[in-house]
């Protein structure tokens, strides 16, 4: 007889998050001004705490043989995976600007509107 094991909160919290991450993500993509400005800094907050609590979800499923695992990792991983993606563009421009500001330089003077 198989008893019915509740799924833990917060893997469903990290799923929810992972997919709001990804929505973030994907619309910061979207032909409207300014949208970017808004959107990564989402996706990049959202994704942390993906990340977060599906590790939290995961160590508590453990401990209390709850279900949930499978919901866990894919917050996990859609979160984690935006997440490094704009931790990586964010080193990307840092290094570009600290390592060849002579050739960022042209293209900022030249930019219109």
Known sequence: M?????????S???LTLGILTVFFF?????????TSFICYPAS??????????????????????????PIAW??????????????CIVVLFASLFFFAPNTVQPFIDNYQL
Not at 2 to 10: L, S
Not at 59 to 65: L, P
Not at 81 to 87: D, K
């Open 12 to 14: 469903i919290i990290s």
């Open 74 to 87: 894919a917050g996990i991983i859609s979160g984690g995976m935006i997440f490094l993606c704009i931790l």
């Open 26 to 34: 994907c619309g910061s993509w979207m032909p409207i001004p300014f």
């Open 44 to 69: 990049f907050i959202t994704g942390l705490l993906a990340v977060i609590y599906g590790t939290i979800s995961l160590s508590v499923i453990n401990r209390n043989n709850e279900s949930g695992k």
């Open 2 to 10: 198989e008893q019915n094991t509740p799924t833990n909160k917060h």
